[in-house]
């Protein structure tokens, strides 16, 4: 018992300390991203408490933090405007329509964790991930520059002379506390060392720079201080229950579970990666949905995982569960305990923690492979990155993954080969490789000349493989053809599966297709049995 808890608890100091870092860079995220939205900054400050919670508790991925995000926000923007346009002025219809669509949402990602769909992000190929990372960086980049921006008679300016240089200084200073303390000291989380020196230097030096408490009061809002979530009965007594509004929900629900899922899947691999460890997908689109149908229930706005917060918290030594319930916990806190505190961190501070999380986010070993892969995944990964920054996640990596699809099926397509040769009755055989599907038909068929072979042919799929129903198509159109000339054809070492289907489409592939076949290369591929005998034997 003693040497399970002491496993259990050897890292906890590091993933208390890098839990309540990643809590102060969540505040002005999830405040962003609500003014994003057009919702109050309580809505997201709950939802990044709510959803960080869960996920830390119940998903795939110990260490990775989940809150609300700017891939979602985006989309929730139409939907509270649409939402707000189909009620009375003032009666903000927008924000319970959002609620019903993030509870919706959660629903079809826990449908996605229960049929297991979550294994289909090993489908995604490095060049997209690689360009995922990259176009997430660039977004994460584009994003603090807002911060560069104050509140001038009633409209967002950029910053200029000595407010700019300050603000520059800090979030300088920032990064070079984080550059140089794990030189020093590795065991000091430098992130919250970088926060709390800039903080003590604002705050004693008296510098009038943008705080998280200016920055909320700018967008509109009251503050940070705020109560416990309250469970939002509303949402069924202002949204009526009915056929039009599924219809209005839905499309919005599916795009944001998609997103929420890919975004939270593939930072999943990305943890993966930098941890050596594995994750667990389905379980982690379980957690997902169970959050926000929670976070919907009780007035978060929803979210998925952040790829920027996941990463501080990694760099920074979080790897248990117990740095993402930190810093739920700790964001709970600030809202309801430590406002005025939070509310005097000077944003430089967070805006240097999040360059710092762009710096290490970006692939830069994409640049030093430029001339050493094929030029299709460098058009891959160039794409995604772009689409990343242009749209959003979803779209970046559907367009990805299907551009990779295409090009690989067309390499495929070129591989397809026949050899000739003759047996000494003159029976002419076609040796076929390479795999035969849709994309290689084609070629397939431009091997054969049935008007121009002799009487009896066979043809020869040991080194080929049958992939789908074109392939199988092509094979019964070519024997017609032979037939129809008057010759023999017979087929050889086609696959278990492809020989039922053939058997099926017509009774005549019986006399097509030879079954005793004294082939020893045949036999060992097909019986595992005699494979395995056969490596003994030797």
């Known amino acids: 018992m003693t040497s399970f808890i002491r496993k259990r608890t050897a890292n906890a100091k590091d993933d208390i300390l890098s839990g309540l870092t990643v809590a102060l860079a969540l505040v002005p995220e999830a405040v962003a991203f609500a003014f994003v939205a057009g919702v109050d900054p309580l809505v997201g400050l709950y939802a990044a408490f709510m959803i960080g919670l869960i996920t830390s508790v119940f998903g795939g991925r110990p260490g990775m933090i989940s809150g609300a995000t700017g891939a979602l926000a985006v989309v929730m923007v139409a939907l509270v405007a649409k939402g707000n346009a189909m009620g009375m002025e003032g009666e903000n219809l927008g924000l319970y329509y959002l609620f019903a669509t993030v509870i919706l949402m959660g629903i079809i990602q826990m449908l996605a964790g229960f049929f297991k769909l979550g294994k289909f992000v090993r489908l995604i190929p490095h060049p997209v991930m690689m360009g995922f990372v990259n176009g997430l960086a660039i977004v994460i980049f584009l994003s603090q520059l807002g911060m560069f921006q104050h509140v001038e008679n009633g ?3 950029w910053m200029q002379g000595a407010q700019l240089f300050i603000m520059l200084g800090l979030v300088a200073l920032t990064m070079i506390i984080m550059l140089g303390l794990p030189k020093l000291n590795k065991k000091l989380p430098e992130a919250l060392i970088g926060i709390v020196v800039v903080s003590a230097i604002v705050i004693l030096g008296n510098l009038d720079v943008a705080t ?8 509109g809002g009251e503050g940070l201080k705020g109560g416990l979530p309250v469970f939002q009965a509303d949402i069924f007594n202002k949204i009526p229950l009915t056929w039009e509004t599924l219809k209005f929900i839905g499309p919005y629900a599916l795009i944001l579970a998609a997103i929420g899922l890919i975004e939270s899947l593939m930072t999943l691999n990305l943890i ?5 460890t594995r994750g667990n997908s389905n379980k982690e689109c379980l957690a997902q949905g169970g959050a926000n149908i929670v976070t919907g229930l009780f007035g978060g706005m929803g979210g998925c995982a952040m790829i920027g917060q996941s ?3 990694i760099k920074s030594g979080g790897r248990t569960r117990l740095s993402g319930i930190v810093a739920a916990l700790a964001l709970l806190a600030f809202i309801l305990f430590a406002s005025g505190l939070i509310e005097q961190v000077p944003i430089a501070a967070l805006v240097g923690v999040m360059f710092m999380v762009v710096i290490g986010t970006f692939a830069w070993s994409s640049f030093r492979i430029i001339n050493k892969i094929p030029k299709s995944d460098l058009f891959v990964l160039v794409l995604v990155s772009a689409l990343t920054v242009i749209f959003d996640l979803a779209i970046a990596v559907f367009a990805g993954v299907i551009v990779s699809a295409l090009v690989f099926s067309w390499e495929n397509a070129k591989r397809i080969r026949a050899r000739k040769r003759f047996k000494d009755d003159g029976t002419l055989i076609y040796e076929i490789w390479g795999p035969l599907f849709f994309g290689s038909i084609s070629a397939f068929n431009g091997k054969f000349d049935p008007k121009n072979d002799p009487d009896k042919i066979e043809i020869d799929f040991v080194e080929s493989r049958i992939s789908d129903h074109s392939a199988l198509e092509a094979i019964f159109n070519l024997v017609e ?6 010759k023999q054809i017979k087929l050889k070492h086609l696959s278990t599966d492809c020989k039922i289907l053939l058997y099926k489409s017509s009774p005549k592939f019986k006399e097509v297709i030879i079954e005793d076949i004294d082939d020893p290369r045949y036999h060992l591929a097909a019986d595992p049995e005699k ?4 490596l003994f034997e030797y």
């Open 155 to 157: 409209e967002r300016v």
């Open 212 to 219: 998280v408490g200016s920055f909320i009061r700018d967008g």
């Open 272 to 276: 993966d990666d930098l941890t050596d």
């Open 311 to 313: 990463i501080i918290n």
């Open 481 to 486: 053809k032979y037939e129809a000339e008057g």
């Open 531 to 534: 494979f395995t005998k056969g």
